[in-house]
């Protein structure tokens, strides 16, 4: 029978008490000895038990006492799950790791309690070369000039997102909801970016006019704008407020996606997705909607009362 082998998995009898022998160093020989690792079958030799100076070299050479059950199955408490890895090593110096990151940590572990140095040095590299080689699942590039700005929108063949961060743009004092929300906008940032990364370019711009906003690009032009903050009187002052407009962002994000085209200008989806110019005499504070060249510009109502009710209060 083959050394290379894991015969089956047993459960010992109850009751079953095991007994303690010695080997002694070449009375086996080539002989296969029968290995019980935790449930685990095996068969090998001594031969190559002993040839590392191993903890299993100490087992099989005399220098240390093993159990044996009532049929004569060598006992080792054990996890049996890599034995069979580690008798391959000590065979022929070297093995094909596995390429689960979990499984070499769960291998180096077992060399390390067999004393298996040259095997445990294998998995170690193999974890560093994999923490090396790890890539970023996605790139968000981070604006710093608006030619930088310019220069991504235009060469991209994506659809664009971009959101402007900056906190420090205000010369009032913040509600009391309106850090929880920048925070919120940018989670709901990192999750679409995660999401449709690689049908949509995502950015960042920390350098600009405004606190929170959020802007959508299609083949090369603006085509909606999501503003988030509002000013808002309270206590005889003004304070700013930073919205979170989830479902909004949700929809213009999906309607960029159907700008996932060649670069060449669709005139009638262009139509589709814009508002159209006669629109404009509605009133802006009864729908939040100011067209401006041809590009929905989302606003939370200016100089509205504080209120941070729940609706339906």
Not at 96 to 119: D, S, T, V
């Amino acid at each position: 029978m083959s050394g290379d082998t894991c015969l089956t998995t047993i459960c010992r009898s109850s009751g079953a008490k095991p007994k303690t022998c010695s080997f002694k160093e070449g009375s086996l020989g080539n002989k296969y000895v029968r290995l019980n690792v935790g449930g685990s079958l095996y068969y090998t030799t001594v031969q190559v038990l002993t040839r590392h100076d191993t903890m299993l070299k100490a087992m099989f050479s005399g220098r240390m006492e093993v159990l044996t059950d009532k049929e004569g199955w060598i006992l080792i408490d054990r996890c049996g799950k890599h034995f069979g890895v580690i008798l391959n090593y000590l065979r022929d110096d070297t093995i094909a790791l596995p390429k689960n990151r979990q499984e070499i940590k769960e291998l180096m572990a077992e060399a390390k309690y067999y004393l298996i140095q040259g095997l445990v040095d294998m998995c170690q590299a193999a974890l560093q070369d994999k923490k090396d080689s790890y890539e970023p699942v996605c790139n968000i590039p981070i604006i710093t000039s608006p030619k930088e700005e310019e220069r991504l929108i235009e060469s991209s063949m994506k659809p664009v997102v971009k959101l402007l961060y900056n906190r420090s743009n205000n010369k009032y004092s913040y509600t009391s909801n309106s850090d929880d929300n920048l925070l919120k906008n940018i989670e709901l940032f990192d999750k679409l970016s995660l999401r449709f990364n690689g049908r949509v370019l995502f950015i960042k711009d920390v350098i600009g006019d405004e606190i929170c906003c959020w802007s959508f690009y299609g083949q090369g032009r603006k085509l909606a704008e999501v503003c988030c903050t509002s000013i808002v009187y309270a206590t005889e002052k003004k304070q700013t407020k930073v919205e979170f407009p989830e479902a909004r962002i949700y929809e213009e994000t999906l309607n960029v996606l159907l700008y996932e085209t060649p670069r060449v200008p669709d005139n009638s989806l262009l139509e589709a997705t814009s508002r159209n110019r006669s629109q404009a005499s509605h009133s802006e504070d009864d729908e939040g909607f100011e067209l401006r060249d041809r590009v929905r510009r989302i606003h939370v109502k200016r100089y509205s009362t504080y209120d941070d009710r729940q609706l339906g209060h």
